[in-house]
């Protein structure tokens, strides 16, 4: 086994075992579901596209956020960023992204950036695992990629959960108000 080997039999096993099992059915009422007040979500657009809501430095305490919100934070920012800036040209950003509205448009978008993250993850050695990241990642910058990988790992079983929590909130008829 290689790093590489190991990092992706554990994203591959919970992406097909969990997290995926967990996303069928979704609809979009349940993708744009507001449990609270002040949710951030993504929103439509004068031009008919989305755009997610967001601020940087984040509020805190930050937001309760959407399935929608969860989604597109794993599609775009985990997955989607760190593929285009590793694997690609680098052009993916908060400002280029195309926010998903739906929730086909959504389970779309993850599943496409999940495969540009993986394919790239998949043409490294151990030696390219073991190489410091670089300045597209800010504070990872000096870590190896192998750090960087298991911490996108942790962000994608983490905000899974959440999403497969809300769910069943809203399967169980939980009800702001």
């Not at 554990?10 to 007040?37: C, I, S």
């Not at 929103?43 to 967001?54: A, F, L, S």
């Not at 298991?150 to 939980?174: C, K, P, Q």
Request: hydrophobic share 40%; aromatic share 12%; glycine share 8%.
């Amino acid at each position: 086994m290689t790093w590489t080997d190991d990092l992706l039999f554990q994203l591959d096993f919970y992406w097909d075992r969990m997290l995926m099992p967990r996303l069928e059915g979704l609809t979009d009422e349940e993708y744009l579901w507001e449990p609270v007040e002040g949710c951030w979500s993504i929103r439509p657009q004068e031009d008919g596209t989305g755009m997610i809501d967001w601020s940087f430095p984040p509020p805190e305490p930050p937001p309760f956020t959407t399935i929608a919100w969860r989604m597109a934070h794993l599609s775009v920012l985990v997955l989607g960023m760190r593929a285009s800036s590793h694997f690609g040209d680098g052009s993916l950003t908060i400002g280029t992204a195309q926010w998903p509205l739906t929730a086909a448009e959504g389970l779309e978008s993850l599943r496409r950036y999940h495969a540009e993250w993986r394919n790239g993850l998949a043409t490294l050695d151990d030696a390219s695992m073991a190489e410091p990241v670089g300045e597209a990642e800010g504070p990872w910058a000096e870590y190896p990629m192998s750090t960087l990988v298991l911490h996108l790992n942790r962000e994608i079983f983490h905000h899974g959960a959440e999403i497969a929590l809300l769910r069943d909130l809203y399967r169980d008829g939980f009800r702001k108000g």
